[in-house]
């Protein structure tokens, strides 16, 4: 039971116990001179997770995002992005400030763009067109309510790409989520890509970090581009050991928010002004809709602030509440609670 329920975001988990010790016993180094062994041993633990040859760790999921697309384009290139993704709306525009690439968003059913959509899109660089060179693709995708992205529709969105000549970068940002939901290891997805990215600061509870994984010669592009950006770190090491305590324990454990996130969802449903299917929740992310006769978004995220419960407005009709660590199943109930009182 936490005095403050926040639920804003997944990213607002403390670090751990264990955490903070592998912090104060980390071996650390030069990182930019690539001799902090804390951060090269996380950098091979990933790369061997998600299959790919090399890995580099990154401050944010941001820069990782941001050095993938920078990486793999060239700039005046078009970019398929799903419309709801986190690159194409919460990044700030690096893919048009930084990449200096056109994005193409396309709508979707849930994250999974329609393939013959994707293939229509498509274009030819030409004397007066750009060319697709891109495809970003987003799992769990947290627009659409941390919805687990199959890694059969990856696989065939990454065939497509292939055929057509263009790279695939995933944002994998909480795909440990998806591999939980799946039953699945997460290589069923990452095979499937050029570059992916995954966040420690997530559900996972690391202070600081993500990283981009890919094959050797485009992790050394990478390694320059996020030295560009302003991304090299010192002694990172410190930062790299929470990220090595995460893989190995916080992982397993994201299948109890996701079963938190189901019965908040659940409760919620039966909530006048509130619309929400809880079949429909498969991670650690609800986001439903609320529309209530005496009650404002605003009123109503005051009252719980008052309650000492934090939540997010994404929309101006819906609201997004994301499970996690630093939230236990009672401070669910309370969360429900209070939630019935107020509507
Ligand atoms: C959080 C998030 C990111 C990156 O966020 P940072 O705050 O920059 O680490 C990227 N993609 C998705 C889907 C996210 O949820």
Known sequence: MHETVDLRSDTVTKPTEEMRK????????????????TVNELQKRCAEITGKESALFVPSG?????????????????VIV??????????????????????????SNKGEIDLNLIKKSIRKRGLHVPGTSLICLENTHNFWGGKAISPEYVKE???????????VHLDGARIFNASIAYKKPVTEWTKYCDTVMFCFSKGLSCPVGSILCGEKEVIEEAKRARKLLGGGMRQAGVLAACALVAIDKMIKRLEEDHKKAK??????????????????VETNIIIFEFSH?????????NRLRENKILALAISTTQIRMVTHKDVDFEDIERVLEVCKSIL
């Open 293 to 301: 006769p005496g009650l404002s978004i605003e009123d109503f995220l």
């Open 62 to 78: 941001t820069m990782a995002n941001c050095i993938a697309s920078y990486v793999l384009t060239n700039e005046g290139d078009e």
């Open 22 to 37: 592998a912090m104060y016993s980390a071996e650390v180094g030069d990182d930019v001179f690539g001799e902090d062994p």
């Open 82 to 107: 799903e419309e709801k993704s986190h690159i194409y709306n919460m990044e700030v525009a690096h893919l048009t400030l930084i990449s200096r690439v056109l994005p193409r968003p396309l709508p």
């Open 263 to 280: 019965r908040l969802a659940e409760g919620l449903s039966e909530l006048p002004g509130i619309k929400i299917n809880p079949e429909e």
């Open 157 to 167: 969105a990454y065939e497509l790409a292939k055929n057509e000549g263009l790279h």
